[in-house]
């Protein structure tokens, strides 16, 4: 698995996107449909941002759950593609090299949340703290109110 969430071919793949979204709504006919420009550019950023915040939460089921997030922003994104589209903001060609990177992005999160979802791994929050033996038995000890010091002087 990854060390970073910037390692992810995913999250790279929605950074591609996000650099092309940009460049398309500085475009003069769509960058004064404020609106619209706000409106893709808060939903191809969402992709990256709740990768990336799925990422650092340090277990599977939250990342799954900022996955799916990202999913529905993709879906929104290509929504917006296809207002920005009608609206002749964009060509067709644009629309399609925007398009299949959704896609593209869409798909990698979906085979993403599948590998995740069958992996018996749990994240980094659920990892287990190797403990000495004499660590366990110190806890143990501090449970019962009993100090471990006392206790080797009565033995």
Same mark, same amino acid.
């Given at each position: !698995? ?22 398309? @709504? %500085? =475009?003069?006919?769509?960058? %004064?449909?404020?609106? +619209?420009?706000?409106?893709? $550019?808060?939903? *191809?950023?969402?992709? !990256? ?7 650092? $939460?340090? *277990? #599977? @089921?939250?990342?799954?759950?900022? +996955? ?8 929104? @994104?290509? @929504? ?14 644009? /629309? ?9 992005? *869409?798909? =990698?999160?979906?085979? +993403? ?6 992996? =018996? !791994?749990?994240?980094?929050?659920? %990892? ?6 004499? =660590?366990?038995?110190?806890?143990? !000890?501090?449970? /019962? #109110?009993?100090?471990?010091?006392? /206790? #080797?002087?009565? *033995?």
């Amino acid at each position: !698995m990854a060390k970073s969430f910037e390692d992810l071919p995913v999250w790279q793949k929605a950074r591609e996107l996000v650099k092309y979204i940009y460049y398309l @709504t %500085k =475009q003069e006919a769509f960058s %004064k449909d404020f609106s +619209l420009v706000d409106q893709i $550019r808060r939903a *191809s950023t969402s992709i !990256m941002n709740n990768i990336a915040e799925g990422f650092e $939460r340090g *277990s #599977n @089921t939250e990342f799954i759950q900022f +996955l799916y997030i990202s999913k529905g922003s993709a879906g929104e @994104t290509r @929504t917006d593609l296809y207002i920005a589209l009608d609206q002749e903001y964009i060509t067709e060609a644009e /629309f399609r090299k925007s398009y299949e990177i959704c896609i593209d992005v *869409s798909g =990698q999160l979906s085979g +993403l949340i599948d590998y995740l979802k069958g992996s =018996q !791994m749990k994240g980094n929050k659920f %990892k287990k703290e190797y403990k000495s033996y004499r =660590q366990e038995v110190d806890e143990i !000890m501090k449970q /019962f #109110n009993i100090q471990h010091s006392k /206790f #080797n002087k009565n *033995s």
